[in-house]
């Protein structure tokens, strides 16, 4: 696997910038802080979940948090970092003066970001556990459901990637993103909305990945996780086909 | 104002007219889609178990000026820092700009004109909407535009001195965010644990946040953040004159 | 010419950029390059000389035409190939976060070495790039020389057979230079074929066994430096300069002296086998120079007349 390398180069450069990683988790965690001793306290208990019984307001949000955290780093790594590192860095040039190819570059980028999505989210997983959050242990498999949605999104983000012309397109980015983070039953249960929304809202790949990690750390074991993780497998599985075309015929130019 | 301040304010101006489009989407989209999801979905469970805390005021009308003092807030950070940093670098606005008869000074004043030219603009335009909503008052307006400079001023005067772009994304996140977060505008701050909210009278987003609320001792406010305003200004004066003198 | 024997080998080779404007940067061009040679390309900007390295160099698919290296299809065999090249591009893509020791062991890892075997060579290659004392220091933080010395050195890790140089010294200070042709001297000896670009003469006459000139994406002319010469240009070359209100002027009057003449934005160069001669034939004009000077011709010249804008008589 000569794309393991790039995974190599990922880690060689954390090592002198680790502390981003951390910065990561800090923005979740600021946001679970305030939700828990603010509008917690406004909302109390949600009871619009189905399949289970009333939660605390904090333990509902907690699952979305790290799931919106997962999806933001991988797609920060596949889209932001990676079009410095093809249009200022050039970094994937040099690459392609050695034996590695367009496709190895996919994947390695890929595969990095998938590595520190699952990372980042077990070092949530440990904060939120210690705050109390985690309902159930099958909150567990919140782990592999984040490597899941960072699989889905960095093979999105290396799509996306190829479309853009410039530092401005980045911000189109953004406002698809920010919009699926508050409407995807973010902060609050699907119940809310008017049937034909919620069929809207179903649709979006946040919304699933918050169902994957919901319901697991929730202790609410229902066929949801499944259709979520199918869901997800699917979307990663197209995005990854199309990037490697992509990114290679970018990258050829 | 001195004229010469004009001419830093009519090259902010040129640039806005270009690009005045994508930044508009920025500033005035993000809040509006919060107030959105946060008044409305959020809102629906907020108002079912009708908290004290909110005096039986919805929590769209309570959500509503505190976004619109945030993103003054953001506003004040998004101009006051990356703008100010690349046209303080080698090669940037700034650098031309001492070259003419503008002292750093007037290039200081000059870009702030601007800011609370755009803060007025920008966070007119959300008020605007939130009008619409019924979730603030237009008499919000004054106060959002003194949180934006309250916030622009101080950080223009860091940020012209400051060497590494990764300082201001560091203030952002660890000043900025949690600013946000803790300053009244997702909840009110009576229900912050007891020394936390002795400490929220140190936020300037919080004196913001009750000026477009209209709550509270008014003139204090005013006060706070007129002083950080001044004190902004005269740091912004030295340090300005500092890094494009040197 | 040729066809056994060659390294590289290059038949109709063709780039078109898609536009819009569709570009033809190099348009069917034909060369070989000889096992353990040093070949140059010469050519203005724009000429599509670094297009043509980065055909060689496997990173750029050609739109026609044939390119074989090391025996090999550059198209379909393009790690097999790269595996064996060596890559200075035009510019540095260095790791600006990483420190001058990490680029190297990272861009050795890229090609499958062990951690051991490019930490043996590193030390080597600091030396010779004179870097030994920053191996420590982040990329970013180096001076532009230092940038290049260290794009040569890491292009060494995989000990290449073919060594791709696009205009390697660019930017180099004098004594910077002088060793890397020095180690180019060495590396050809040890029987590394290396393919190179350049914009000075001195070096490309140092260093090239053959060379190509290339101009508007075609070779114009090719061969050794001394043939290029006795080819293309006379023996000797008379430099005129003028004040700049009379440069024209003085153009239209020199016109006959010597084989040719050659008006520069700043000078006239009239190419002949006897400069003193000339230059007594300008005096008989009536030409009052501010300086005047014969010398040999050499490789300037050639480019000059090849790729300039000429008065032929
Ligand atoms: N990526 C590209 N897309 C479109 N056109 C290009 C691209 N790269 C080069 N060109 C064009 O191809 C032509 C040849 O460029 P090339 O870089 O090969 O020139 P060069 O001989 O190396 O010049 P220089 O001496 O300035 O380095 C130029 O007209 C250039 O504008
Ligand atoms: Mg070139």
């Known amino acids: ?253 | 104002m001195s004229v010469p301040a004009v001419h830093e304010f009519g090259y902010w101006w040129h640039r806005y007219r270009r690009t005045w489009r994508g930044t508009a989407v920025i500033s005035i989209a993000n809040p509006l889609l919060f107030v959105t999801a946060l008044g409305f979905g959020l809102g629906r469970l907020v108002d079912e178990r009708n908290s004290a805390y909110l005096h039986g005021g919805s929590y769209l009308a309570f959500i509503g000026p505190g976004l619109l003092a945030a993103s003054a807030m953001q506003m004040g950070f998004i101009h006051g820092s990356g703008p100010v940093f690349q046209s303080a670098r080698v090669g940037g606005n700034y650098r031309a700009a001492v070259t003419t008869p503008m002292e750093p000074s007037d290039i200081f004043t000059g870009h702030l004109l601007f800011t609370a030219f755009r803060a007025t603009l920008d966070s007119a335009a959300i008020l605007l909407v939130l009008l619409v909503f019924g979730a603030a008052s237009p008499a919000a307006l004054p106060g959002a535009v003194l949180t934006a400079l309250a916030f622009a001023t101080p950080i223009s005067a860091y940020a012209v001195s400051t060497d590494r772009p990764a300082k201001l994304s560091a203030l952002f996140r660890f000043v900025i965010m949690p600013l946000y977060m803790f300053s009244g505008t997702f909840f009110p701050a009576e229900q912050l644990p007891g020394p936390l909210r002795a400490l929220v009278w140190l936020s300037p987003l919080w004196h913001g946040t009750e000026l477009c609320r209209g709550s509270g001792p008014i003139v204090i406010h005013v006060l706070v953040l007129l002083a950080l305003i001044v004190a902004g200004y005269l740091a912004g004066r030295r340090s300005y004159t500092r890094r494009l003198t040197a | 010419m040729n066809h056994t024997g060659a390294l590289v080998s290059a038949r109709g080779l063709t780039k078109i950029y898609e536009g819009p404007p569709e570009h033809v940067a190099v348009g069917g061009i034909d060369f070989d390059v000889r096992r353990g040679e040093a070949f140059g390309f010469l050519g203005p900007n724009g000429a599509g000389k670094s297009t043509t390295m980065r055909m060689i160099g496997c990173v750029s698919p050609r739109s026609g035409g044939e390119l074989t290296i090391l025996g090999h299809d550059a198209a379909r065999d393009r790690r097999t190939i790269k595996a064996r090249l060596g890559s200075v591009p035009q510019d540095d893509t260095l790791d600006t976060e990483l420190t001058v020791e990490e680029n190297i062991l990272i861009y050795g890892r890229y090609f499958g070495l062990r951690r051991d075997v490019i930490r043996e060579r590193t030390d080597r290659l600091l030396e010779f790039a004179r870097l030994t004392d920053k191996r420590a220091s982040r990329v970013q933080d180096l001076s532009g020389g230092m940038r290049r010395r260290l794009t040569i050195a890491r292009s060494l890790v995989n000990e290449p057979d073919l060594l791709l140089l696009d205009e390697p010294t660019t930017g180099l200070d004098p004594q910077a230079r002088h060793l890397l042709w020095e180690r180019l001297f060495r590396l050809k000896q040890d029987g590394v074929t290396l393919i190179l670009t350049t914009h000075y003469m001195d070096e490309a006459e140092q260093l090239c066994d053959r060379l190509a000139v290339m101009d508007g994406g075609r070779i114009v002319a090719h061969g050794s430096p001394r043939e290029l010469i006795e080819r293309y240009v006379t023996r000797e070359v008379l430099e005129l300069r003028f004040p700049l209100d009379r440069h024209e002027q003085a153009a239209e009057k020199a016109r006959g002296i010597g084989e040719r003449i050659e008006v520069l934005p700043d000078r006239l160069l009239c190419y002949t086998s006897d400069g003193e001669a000339a230059l007594e034939e300008a005096g008989r004009r009536g030409l009052d120079p501010l300086t005047a000077l014969v010398r040999r011709s050499g490789l300037e010249d050639v480019f000059l007349t090849l790729t300039g804008r000429t008065l032929i008589e």
């Open chain 1, 1 to 253: 696997m000569s794309a393991a390398v790039l995974v190599e180069r990922n880690l060689m450069i954390y090592k002198h910038t680790w502390y981003v990683l951390l910065a990561e988790i800090f923005e979740p965690i600021l946001y679970l802080l305030s939700i828990g001793v603010g509008i917690g306290v406004l909302v109390g208990s949600v009871t619009g979940v189905t399949g289970g019984s009333p939660v605390r307001y904090a333990a509902f949000v907690a699952p979305a948090l790290l799931a919106t955290a997962a999806m933001n780093g991988a797609m920060n790594e596949t889209t932001f970092l990676m079009f410095g590192k093809l249009k200022t860095d050039r970094t994937y040039e040099s690459m392609l003066a050695t034996p590695l190819s367009e496709r190895d570059v996919a994947l390695g980028e890929i595969a990095w970001a998938v590595l520190r999505g699952t990372l980042v989210s077990l070092a949530f997983l440990a904060v939120i556990t210690a705050l109390g959050l985690v309902e159930s242990p099958w909150a567990i498999l919140v782990v592999p459901g984040a490597a899941l949605i960072a699989f889905a999104f960095a093979t999105a983000g290396v799509v996306v990637v190829t479309f853009l012309r410039d530092w401005q397109d980045m911000q189109y980015i953004q406002l698809v993103m920010l919009p699926m983070f508050l409407f995807a039953t973010t902060f609050y249960p699907l119940s809310v909305y008017p049937r034909p929304v919620q069929l809207v809202v179903q649709w979006l790949p946040l919304y699933q990945s918050i169902e994957l990690l919901r319901n697991p750390a929730l202790g609410v074991l229902s066929p949801r996780i499944l259709v979520a993780a199918v869901y997800l497998a699917a979307m990663g599985a197209l995005c990854l086909t199309v990037a490697v075309r992509r990114l290679g015929r970018t990258l050829a130019a």
